[in-house]
């Protein structure tokens, strides 16, 4: 084991809470949705009954409605904001009251391909709530079955505040009774790495109606601020539902394999409707004024990874992918560096994240793009190995951004970008 590969491993056991991990210490000191998944394949290579553990944890914040939700306030912290009380869950755990990008499918399976009859074992007790989950979804996130999956906050995407939500957000109306409040991501982070005070307003103008309606799911989807198709969403579940199936066939549970393919072939139709030929890629949709957005981000690049689009859709998102590139020196930027849109340190504006370039890479190879997969694999094992386990990365210069000892970098490094203990590569 290299050097780089044991610290990527004391990080993630220094980020250990005793069955959940949190992304880093203060900055987000609860459980979060995503990041857990992914932490769990960094613990696979090394402690594959942890790896289970951290997956379990997070069904053990389920709402009986089948939501997983974003964060799972297990104790009280004021390092972080908005916390429980902001959020009015009314659940055991408390929680945030919306979900979070459903990766978990995909790694269960990823899980179970590479392990053995005890990992089979774990996907067969936790298959039903991963079912109920993306019933959730289906139901909830695309009521009018569109075959897209909206979101009711930037923060439900994991892509907070990506420009892909400038339209729908510049449309919302602070709530003049939304009460004062203190962040405090920027007393951890340089303010000008994180999103801005009006962000943060009409952030909470949303928690603030999801919690005055009791999180009525459907309520907020159909008269909530917001409403946005957005293509990271839509290609990440219609992935985990080729992988739910893939599972399922695996494990014995025909019963639900009729129902999980017609998901899938809702969404592969639907999913043409993100398509904006006059940027040649995927995009978000608003879904209250029908209008799409103008920039290629890096969600747009999972259209490989959900197996979408046509040859010539493909071949000219991939040249798209080619051009980005080559304007940056370490890919996959959030954001196209040659939309006005693009700020280099700010969060989902411009940077690079280990997490979307593992599903990125995957994607493209799985499409035959090789020389692409490559690049973006190689790049980001060069920004961990020169700079650190960030949250994320300038992709000019290579700076760490965000958090330090960031759990889902470490995780990413030991089981992909890692030449040691990459097990599942998009080579």
């Not at 408390?94 to 391909?113: D, F, K, N, W, Y």
């Not at 979804?137 to 892909?164: A, Y």
């Not at 940056?328 to 560096?337: A, I, K, Q, T, Y």
């Not at 690049?375 to 958090?403: C, K, M, S, W």
């Amino acid at each position: 084991m290299s050097e780089i590969d044991e610290k990527a491993v004391a990080t993630l056991k220094a980020n250990d809470r005793g069955g959940f991990t949190v992304p880093t210490s203060r900055l987000y000191p609860y459980q979060w949705n995503w990041d857990s998944v992914f932490v769990a394949l960094g613990f696979a290579t090394f402690d594959r009954s942890r790896a289970w553990r951290e997956l379990e944890c997070l069904f053990g914040g389920q709402w009986p409605d089948g939501m997983i939700p974003h964060i799972i306030f297990r104790r009280s912290d004021p390092d972080y904001f908005p916390g429980p009380d902001v959020w009015k869950s009314g659940t055991a755990p408390p929680s945030s009251g919306h979900s979070q990008p459903p990766v978990l499918a995909s790694v269960m399976l990823q899980l179970v391909e590479s392990g053995g009859p005890d990992d089979e074992n774990q996907a067969r007790l936790h298959f039903d709530r991963a079912l109920a989950w993306h019933r959730w979804f289906h139901r909830e996130r695309d009521p009018d079955s569109r075959g897209v999956i909206g979101i009711v906050h930037p923060w439900e995407s994991g892509r907070d505040n990506s420009p892909d939500w400038d339209e729908a957000m510049s449309q919302i109306v602070v709530d003049p009774d939304l009460p004062p409040y203190q962040r405090r991501d920027t007393e951890h982070v340089n303010a000008e790495q994180r999103p801005n005070k009006i962000d943060y307003d009409r952030f909470l103008t949303i928690v603030k109606f999801g919690a005055d309606c009791g999180w009525d799911q459907r309520n907020i989807a159909e008269n909530g601020p917001m409403f946005v198709a957005d293509p990271g969403m839509t290609f990440i579940l219609l992935r985990a539902d080729r992988d739910l199936l893939r599972l399922a066939e695996r494990i014995g549970r025909t019963d639900a394999i009729d129902e999980i393919r017609a998901w899938i072939d809702l969404i592969a139709a639907g999913a043409e409707s993100l398509w904006n030929d006059d940027i040649g890629g995927y995009c978000a949709r608003n879904l209250r004024t029908g209008n799409l957005s103008t920039g290629i981000s890096n969600a747009s690049m999972l259209a490989f990874y959900a197996g979408v689009g046509s040859a010539a859709q493909r071949e000219r998102l991939a040249g798209e992918a080619a051009r980005i590139l080559s304007k940056v020196e370490f890919g996959m930027p959030s954001w196209d560096p040659d939309h006005t849109a693009f700020e280099p340190k700010r969060y989902w504006r411009g940077p690079v994240w280990a997490m979307m370039n593992f599903m990125v890479a995957q994607g493209l190879s799985e499409a035959g793009c090789d020389d692409l997969s490559k690049r973006v694999r190689n790049d980001t094992a060069r920004l961990i190995a020169q700079t650190g386990f960030y949250e994320y990365f300038d992709p000019l210069t290579g700076a760490g951004y965000g958090g330090g000892d960031f759990s889902w970098t470490a995780a990413i490094w030991l089981a992909w970008a890692s030449p040691d203990n990459a097990t599942r590569a998009a080579q």
